[in-house]
């Protein structure tokens, strides 16, 4: 029997939330996220033959003397197999285990699934974990305020539209001291490309900014970045699987290249 | 994963990464190298552009094009470990910390074998998953990202 033991650690987001769950909602959610599921997840539960082969993968396993409980298949069993098993009538204290687990750790790096005997893909069943656990609202705090900052301002760094120009504009000048015809040209039509950056470079290092302002001068790139929302693109929602908010934040990001009528997107990240 | 949500079949506009954009600057010549880095450098390769993009090869023309002695992790390519910065772990934020140095002893060994003092950082989760790791690990070693090792490279016109 696989007993899942870990030093605790205080988390508002979690050991909170937790307290506000009833049995009712816990069985109602997980019966509708596993419901929409299909065969794909009967599938894999179907197919695994828990070899274990997939435990030499995972970074978290080897780094902690080969403990089971960090293999993948045991996060899986340690998850979703109860959840299945028990038709969803599991305790809210379980629900904090499923989450520590699932947001913590895992990176969602995908090694696994490269030496699973039958290419079993163990993320997507964290995912639903994942899934679960938001729609409880049972999510590390810091990961769920960067899903707010998503849903909020399309950035994950809670910058207003000012911040972002102008930390851009500050940048162009750093660049112009310089080299005196180098840009960073906002809103231009019909650009060869978009580049747009992740929030944390204006937030944290805006140089990098100026980095690649040198770089396309120096190549002679016919490039822009959007002045207003869809400059950012990184998706944390899609990482706390808040799918909902996840779509708003990369269809902001694709209508900014529409209406920059560029052929491309080019990401830092 | 977000166009099928959008009732997209697939994303309605070309993206791509940078490293791959200037890869195709480099290769294409509108980038000038006039210089490399002589010192040992070893790299970390993105899970999210080297194992599920395939990525590999054009991390590697850059690296080359860049640095004279490029030192290769074991594992890698499509077998490297994480950075376990990625897939929003790094965002859970300070308490968590520990969770992610504990738990990566397997990448801070892969990165001293090296030897290098150098090590390549495609990615921002992946540069700051590194450095935390090698302060923690007390590793001979800093991450410097890859577009910065870039632009001491390239010729700059002169004004």
């Known amino acids: 029997m696989l007993k899942y033991e870990?030093?605790?650690?205080?988390?508002?987001?979690?050991?909170?939330?937790?307290?506000?769950?009833?049995p009712e909602k816990i069985t109602k959610t997980i019966n509708n996220v596993l419901k929409g599921t299909g065969a794909r997840l009967k599938a894999y539960l179907d197919t695994c033959i828990h070899c274990g082969l997939c435990a030499e993968a995972c970074h978290y396993y080897l780094s902690h003397g080969k403990n089971p409980t960090y293999s993948p298949v045991a996060k899986v069993k340690l998850t979703l197999w109860e959840m299945v098993k028990n038709k969803g009538n599991v305790s809210p204290d379980f629900i904090a285990q499923c989450s520590r687990i699932a947001y913590t750790e895992c990176n969602r790096c995908r090694r696994c699934s490269l030496y699973c005997p039958y290419g079993i893909d163990i993320w997507y069943l964290i995912a639903l974990v994942r899934r679960i656990c938001l729609l409880l609202k049972v999510v590390p705090q810091y990961e769920m305020d960067t899903n707010y900052s998503h849903a909020a301002t399309l950035n994950m760094m809670w910058l207003k539209q000012d911040d972002w120009i102008d930390t851009v504009q500050w940048q162009e000048e750093e660049v112009r001291m310089e080299y005196k015809t180098a840009r960073i040209p906002f809103d231009k039509e019909g650009a060869e490309v978009m580049y747009t950056p992740?929030?944390?470079e204006p937030k944290f290092k805006p140089q990098l900014l100026a980095a690649t302002a040198k770089i396309m001068h120096a190549a002679g790139v016919d490039w822009t970045m959007p002045s207003f929302d869809g400059w950012d693109n990184s998706d944390i929602s899609m990482h706390v699987a808040d799918f909902e908010t996840m779509s708003r934040v990369e269809r902001k990001h694709f209508e900014a290249a529409f209406k920059l009528k560029v052929k491309r997107i080019v990401m830092c990240e | 994963m977000a166009p099928q949500w959008l009732g997209w079949k697939q994303a309605p506009i070309e993206y791509i990464h940078a490293t791959k954009f200037y890869y195709e600057l480099i290769r294409d010549g509108r980038l000038k190298i006039i210089r490399k880095i002589k010192e040992p450098v070893t790299y970390q390769e993105p899970c999210n552009i080297v194992r599920n993009a395939g990525y590999k090869e054009i991390l590697q023309y850059i690296f080359h094009a860049i640095c004279e002695n490029v030192i290769d992790p074991h594992p890698n390519g499509m077998h490297n470990y994480c950075c376990i910065a990625g897939g929003g772990v790094i965002n859970c934020g300070p308490p968590w910390k520990m969770v992610r140095m504990e738990g990566n002893r397997a990448k801070a060994e892969q990165l001293r074998e090296t030897g290098a003092h150098i090590v390549i950082t495609p990615c921002h989760n992946c540069h700051s998953g590194i450095e935390d790791l090698i302060k923690h690990y007390k590793l001979d070693m800093h991450?410097?990202?890859?577009?910065?090792?870039?632009?001491?490279?390239i010729e700059l016109p002169k004004e």
């Open chain 1, 198 to 200: 992740i929030a944390p």
């Open chain 1, 6 to 22: 870990r030093k605790e650690i205080a988390d508002l987001g979690i050991d909170e939330s937790v307290k506000r769950l009833t």
């Open chain 2, 143 to 153: 991450a410097v990202f890859y577009s910065d090792l870039l632009l001491q490279c």
